[in-house]
């Protein structure tokens, strides 16, 4: 299998999270000569904030900002105000941004997690209660560039409402002293593509239906009661999938169920023939005519009526009802006339408001896939991602390698349609090592079979957690284990002994 590793140096190591921790902490500019904090007591700004601690350094490579804030003002009903933190060199007039903090009103709020947070995915997000100061810890860091030695930290205010901006002052709230970027430790994750799949790309549509028949009667009547609405779902089901001109249907399973009154043998029989008339009503409408349908009648739904006992915490003598269902004991008859017997109220209750939706028609439409180009891929995951299979998505995914945004974009997507896959799990760590976030990582390569390119992403994780001893170790196993990347990260980690 085709290995595939990223060389870029990790945002977050244990020096920077160490430092970081220290600049909340409080360290002073006599403790720390790197840090060098300006108080603004009589700083000219419109947005009333407190500014308690600010305080920049230049760690491994990146330009660190910790800051600590109280908001004082109300923001107005519909409103955010913005909190830009800035490091601009007047002189060379060029200038860094570091992620947005939005104080937001109650609606305001929602609004942002609705429709902003996909927007500025690394902005801090607050409500601002009224009436009520707010602190704020904020701590984020950019790459270091030259020009930013003589740089200064400016904190900008803006007021917004419906994306119309308003300036509402700024202030210098620190600056740093001249200081050369220390040695960087390259961190070396790996992930692992998956080998190309000639097979069938098979798919599924599901869905139910609750169709009414009359008592101890099979045949379909199309405008009986609730029937026109029902059937009219398996009907959008089936349009839905063949309006899609990149598949092609296989094949159609609906399965029938009976609630659980009466005798079993009875409700067996009405639930095969009640999906054999569907089957047959089916295959004389146009959307499904030519198209193979497999009927099951499955008789009594006790397992939907058992998952209806344990999650209806209303429902009367529910314990006495679960007892009797789950008692492996008695038949399905003898369970029912218990149930009658034992636990009256209880059972009316079940009669009343959930037998009804024990009679159900579960349908399954499987349908054909076809292979697609790399530039049909790119339009497909688009529209409907789940066509893809897993080598498609990565193929993808290999055009945008060097777009660290639309490569993690689209492994994340990924990683929703395909949540436990080896692969893609293998993959989203490889990308937590390399933002730095320990947690993450360690959570998918859960999700990950063994091999040499896990041990080595774990022993990354420990070096992250400033474990170098276990990350050693581990980089040692997977180097064993003939990980040519593990022998460059075992050099890497010498660096830190020098």
Partial sequence: MKKHIHLKTILLTPRLLLTMLTMIAGLTATAMPTLHETAMAS???????????????????????????????????????????????????RRAEFPMIFLNSRNQQIYFERALKDEFPDALALRKKSGEDLSIDYLRSVKWEPWMK????????????????????EELIATFQQEQPQAVINLLPVFLIPPADNSQKVREE????????????????????NNPQELQKIDNSVRLVKSDSDVTIRNITIEGYASP??????????????????????????????????ANGRGENWEGLLQALRTGSDIPQRTALLAIATDGSLAPDDKE???????????????????????????????IVRPFTLEESERVFKTRPA???????????????????????????????????????????????????????????KKVNDCPQKIMNQGLVAYLRNDLTTAMQLVEQARRQGLPEAAEQLEEFKKIKK
């Fill in 43 to 93: 700083a000219n700004y419109d947005y009333v904030m407190k500014v308690n601690r600010s305080a920049m350094a230049v760690v491994d490579s990146n330009v660190v900002v910790s800051m600590q804030l109280t908001a004082l003002q109300d923001v107005p009903a519909g409103q955010s105000v913005i909190l830009q933190p800035v490091l601009e060199d007047s002189l060379s007039k």
């Fill in 150 to 169: 003589d740089g200064v930290l400016k904190l900008l205010k803006l007021s917004c409402a419906c994306r119309d901006m308003k300036y509402r002052g």
């Fill in 206 to 225: 599901k869905g139910s239906a609750l169709l009414t028949y009359v008592v101890n009667k099979t045949d379909i009547r199309p405008d009986y009661m």
């Fill in 261 to 294: 009154e009466g005798s079993f043998a009875n409700n067996l029989k009405l639930s095969e023939g009640r999906t054999a008339a569907l089957r047959q009503y089916l295959q004389r409408l146009r959307q499904t005519r030519g198209i193979p349908i497999d």
């Fill in 337 to 367: 006339r218990r149930m009658r017997s034992d636990a009256p109220q209880g059972y009316a209750y079940v009669l009343r408001n959930i037998y009804p939706a024990l009679r159900c028609t579960n349908y399954t439409i499987y349908y």
């Fill in 387 to 445: 066509n893809l299979n897993l080598n498609e998505i990565y193929r993808l995914a290999e055009k945008y390698s060097g777009d660290e945004k639309q490569y993690s974009a689209i492994m994340r997507k990924a990683s929703m349609l395909y949540p436990d896959d080896s692969y893609i799990n293998l993959t989203m760590a490889y990308l937590a090592i390399k933002k730095g976030d320990a947690d993450d990582a360690e959570e998918y390569l």
